[in-house]
Each structure stands twice: as C-alpha cells, then as structure tokens.
C-alpha cells in the first residue's frame, strides 16, 4: 500500500467536494466545544447536568458528522442535504459509538495504572511512571489505528463493533509497516499540531498582557478552529480511502 498516493488521493477528494468541507466544520466545531464542556467544573446540579447534556449532543454530532464524511469518501448519497446526511448516518451510531468505547479502554486501564502509583510517585518520584507510558503510549497509538480503519469497516459491513475491531486488527497486523507510517502521519501530525497550539498559547499568555493578549487570543482561537477541522476532516477521509484500498486489494 503506497502511504504518499493515499494522502494525495484523499486531499484531492477532500479538496474537491464541498460537503466534506462543511462537515469537517461541523466535526471540528462540535469537537471543541465538546473539549470545552468536558472541562467544566463548578456551578450548581441544573448547570452540571446541562453541561453533562450539551456533552452527550456534541458526541452524538461528532460520530454522525464521521460518519457523513466516511460515506461521502465513499461516493454514498453525495447529492443529499447536510442535514439529511447526518440524519440518515444515525443507523450507523450504536457502532461507531461502541468503537469510539473501545479506544477508550487504554486510557481507562492507564488511569488505574496511575492510581496504583500514585503512593510511588510520592515516595520514589516520576520514574515510577516510565513502565506505565512504554506500555500505555505504543498501545493506545496501535488502538487508535485499528479504530480508525474499524470505523470505516462498520459503514461497509454489518458487523458488531467488537467483530469489526477484531477483523480489522487483523487486516492492520498484515500491513503493519503501511499502517504504522500512516498512523505516524495522521495521528502523530495531530499531536505535534495540538502541541504547538499549546506552546504559541502559553507563549501568548507570558509574553502579551490586555487588550492585546485579548485579541492574539481570538486570532489563535480561530486559527485553531480552522486547522483543526481541516486536519479532522482529512485525516477521516484519509483512514476511510486507506480502509477501501486495502479491502479491494485484499479482494
């Protein structure tokens, strides 16, 4: 599987229809305000639980908006509505949504793992978190590839979300070399960007004061906005083109 013709093509389909573009918009709007709810403490029960309910609808928005995209990849119902599409990708939730569980299983055995060093991290220092990032960092890089091929697998075969997982483990497992370079890209090009966002804020925040400060931080907001729907959007065209490609070569 050449990686260089899968992000060209993929840019290419991204670039070029419209609806892919709304949708990453949607997708990176929805994931940010989403971010915003998850962190908010404080307020009374009504405004936790308000919050708690904006939370569940823009991970509903989230996985519907994924979904859209992978089926306009896909060249399915392209002259749709943006509202009927994401309507009409809600028989493929429960799935997308169990996947979505999956991925988080290695941050739920880490955050234990965590727990139970919390004492030797007192007493001995950090180092007692070396063993947990070797196994938990690898293991949740290899999850999160698997789960973005999974979740292009769903769209094309009616399987439970734990059968997809599997069969696609095992598709990746045989193409490890190509699904490493591409998780390297697509995942690792979205740390170093989330990183960097975080250093030019922190930058922002020591180095401006008032009414400037103010207004670099909208222009980073928006920025952020942007590049982070765009970088969205085409790394779920790309996963989906990649899917596809290795399935009919399979075939």
């Known amino acids: 599987m050449d990686i260089r013709k899968i992000l060209k093509k993929s840019w290419k389909i991204f670039r070029g229809r419209k609806k892919l573009l ?24 009504i405004i ?23 089926r306009i990849t896909t060249n399915e119902n392209r002259n749709l509505s943006i509202g009927k599409l994401l309507r009409s990708s809600a028989m493929y939730f429960w799935r997308m949504y169990g996947l979505s569980l999956l991925a988080g299983l290695p941050a739920i055995v880490v955050a234990f793992s965590l727990e139970g060093y919390q004492q030797g991290i007192s007493t001995i220092g950090l180092e007692c978190l070396i063993p947990v990032l070797l196994i938990f960092l690898p293991l949740t890089f290899v999850v999160m590839i698997v789960i973005n091929l999974a979740q292009a697998k769903v769209f094309f075969e009616d399987e439970k979300a734990i059968e997809s997982f599997r069969q696609t483990w095992n598709l990746a497992n045989k193409n490890q070399r190509a699904f490493l370079k591409l998780g390297l890209v697509l995942i690792g090009g979205g740390f170093v960007f989330s990183n960097s966002f975080i250093f030019g804020w922190n930058f922002l925040a020591s180095n401006y004061s008032g009414q400037t400060r103010t207004i670099l931080a909208v222009i980073l907001w928006v920025l952020y906005f942007l590049l982070t729907a765009i970088i969205s959007g085409y790394s779920r065209v790309s996963w989906t083109v990649a899917y596809v490609t290795l399935s009919r070569k399979k075939r």
Do not use: Y
């Not at 908010?40 to 029960?45: A, E, K, L, T």
């Open 22 to 45: 709304v949708l990453a918009v949607i997708l990176g709007l929805a994931s940010a305000l989403d971010t915003f709810t998850g962190t908010f403490r404080g307020g009374d029960m």
């Open 48 to 70: 936790r639980l308000s919050f708690c309910t904006l939370l569940i609808f823009f991970v509903v928005i989230i996985l519907l908006s994924e979904i859209s995209i992978i």
